[in-house]
């Protein structure tokens, strides 16, 4: 059994900031790949940044120069920078891990950017 556990959700005013985290814990033999995606009401859920273990990074264009995806492998946590914070980036954020070939999903965390 793998858990995710996410924090840093909020509400924020257009032009701000918030960082996101995600804990893994449980059986982690060893994790490929840590991201977030998010899904906004009425659209599919579409992939926001990931990082491979080699730090390896993966931005959606949307969020290319705002976000930045890290991680810290000796906690198995994986964060995201949100800068500059628009309307359209409301949604909420879930994050994913690529165990082997297994993908899981934390709960989510709703992000909210008020005009």
């Known amino acids: 059994q793998v858990q995710l556990v996410e924090s840093g959700g909020g509400l924020v005013q257009a032009g701000g900031s918030l960082r996101l985290s995600c804990a893994a814990s449980?059986?982690?033999?060893?994790?490929?790949?840590m991201g977030w995606y998010r899904q906004a009401p009425g659209k599919q859920r579409e992939l926001v940044a990931s990082?491979?273990?080699?730090?390896?990074?993966n931005y959606a264009d949307s969020v290319k120069g705002r976000f930045t995806i890290s991680r810290d492998g000796a906690k198995n946590t994986v964060y995201l920078q949100m800068s500059s914070l628009e309307p359209e980036d409301t949604a909420v954020y879930y994050c994913?891990?690529?165990?082997?070939?297994?993908?899981?999903w934390g709960q989510g965390t709703q992000v909210t950017v008020s005009s």
């Open positions: 994913n891990v690529i165990i082997s070939t297994y993908a899981y």
């Open positions: 449980g059986s982690i033999f060893r994790i490929n790949v």
């Open positions: 990082i491979t273990s080699g730090g390896v990074t």
